[in-house]
């Protein structure tokens, strides 16, 4: 019974009650913390970023993801979820990486190769989910978060070229990383299994954090980077 | 005292109306012209520095070899910014804040689109430019359609950002004050 599609949002009317809100839970959380990403790292970025070309990067990746955020609220809008509900500030409790402002460049270029992995992971988990609507933007969204990453892959490079900078860029991972596996949420979350159950996400939390663990180690290591021990998970 | 209006949905739509009609990006490398040179010396003049010379990047390399240069001078990007804050602060007084910051969100998000095209196809008509250099031109033309937009909403028609469109709108690219001289690609 669990194994349904739902091709377009009037479809979604029809749809167990269990599934449409699981789905309203997903938009939302993108929504919220795409927004809150765009906030508090992209756009204060700007100031930090050391020559003209790399502030006017940072301005695209910036409006990037204020772009991420408004095609889940109009998805979710779509779908019926009150616009309110899709901005931060409205009862839903901001992820613990969003409550440290951003103080320097090398900061944003860690927050970019390694939450924005983190982020493409996430979107990755959609691009087989069973609501078609939430797929395909996802979908769309996931060149942009690639290219995001790849923002912080070339940055990273770049600092990492005098030992100065590999230094301030290592105590930033330091720093930082120590958040991002809860990004995944907890090991027996009810919501993933719901989630899972409707095919509306594929993997559990922890495989995700698992594979996010490898993936981040590999690439912290291609710059000469060392990751932090990590925390449990929530 | 101010008194919160509601957004003036007619000129949002005249600016969209402009920003779609612009050249963005079609005389990248070609010769300067006369309207070239008094729209940025009016830019400049704006923004008050003293008379500079006019500089001419020829080609995407060139173009991003002076943009990433470390020895850049920021002061025309600290007065930009600082006029920024001024004009948000006037606009935030004047209109409600979550249907300003929304109008000037998706104005930003429809002029990155169009820019990031129109950036992309002058990129692969003059070769040699790198990839992330398109994004950085169309994070540049949508930060300047953002900026008018503020102006104007602020009621500011003699802002250094409304010769700085006007160059974007004639096809070039400002890349700022370096050495002395605006850089015009």
Not at chain 2, 44 to 58: H, P, Q, Y
Not at chain 2, 67 to 75: C, Q
Request: one cysteine or more.
């Amino acid at each position: 019974m669990t194994d349904i599609v739902v091709k377009t949002v009037e479809e979604l009317k029809d749809a167990p009650a269990e599934f449409r809100e699981a789905v309203s839970k997903l938009v939302i959380s993108h929504a919220i913390n795409e927004l809150y990403g765009a906030q508090v790292f992209d756009e204060p970025a700007i100031a930090y970023a050391p020559t003209p070309y790399a502030k006017w990067l940072t301005c695209r990746v910036a409006m990037e993801e204020y772009g991420h955020h408004v095609r889940f609220k109009q998805l979710g809008v779509q779908i019926g979820i009150p616009g309110e509900r899709m901005v931060p500030g409205t009862g839903k409790k901001p992820l613990s990486i969003f409550e440290f402002p951003l103080k320097t460049w090398e900061e944003f270029v860690a927050i970019k190769l390694l939450a924005d992995l983190a982020e493409i992971l996430q979107v990755e988990d959609l691009l087989h989910c069973t609501f078609h609507p939430l797929r395909n933007l996802a979908r769309a969204t996931m060149p942009e978060e690639r290219f995001h990453a790849q923002f912080g892959e070339d940055f990273s490079a770049e600092l990492v070229k005098t030992p100065d900078g590999k230094a301030r860029l290592q105590a930033a991972v330091d720093e930082y990383y120590p958040y991002l596996p809860s990004f995944f949420g907890g090991s027996k979350s009810k919501n993933n299994e719901i989630f899972r159950k409707w095919k509306i996400k594929q993997r559990t939390n922890d495989e995700m954090r698992q594979d996010f663990v490898i993936r981040a180690t590999e690439v912290a290591g291609k710059y000469g980077l060392t990751l932090p021990e990590i925390r449990q998970a929530a | 005292m101010n008194r919160i209006v509601a957004l003036p949905r007619k000129l949002l739509d005249v600016l969209r109306a402009e920003v779609r009609a612009a050249s963005w990006f079609a005389a990248l490398g070609e010769p300067l012209t006369e309207g070239d040179r008094g729209d940025a010396m009016a830019y400049l003049a704006a923004l008050g520095f003293d008379v500079l010379e006019i500089g001419l990047a020829r080609d995407w390399p060139d173009a991003e070899r002076l943009l990433k240069a470390p020895d850049w001078a920021p002061a025309w990007w600290d007065r930009e910014e600082a006029l920024r804050l001024t004009l948000l602060a006037e606009a935030e007084a004047r209109y409600p804040e979550r249907a300003l910051w929304s109008s000037l969100t998706e104005l930003t998000i429809e002029t990155g689109d169009l820019v990031h095209g129109k950036a992309a196809t002058a990129a692969t008509r003059m070769g040699k430019a790198a990839a992330a250099s398109i994004h950085v031109a169309a994070g540049a033309a949508s930060q300047a359609v953002y900026q008018l937009a503020l102006a104007r909403l602020a009621g500011q028609p003699a802002s250094p950002f409304e010769s700085k469109f006007r160059l974007y709108a004639a096809g070039r690219w400002p890349l700022g004050v370096i050495d002395s001289r605006l850089i015009l690609f």
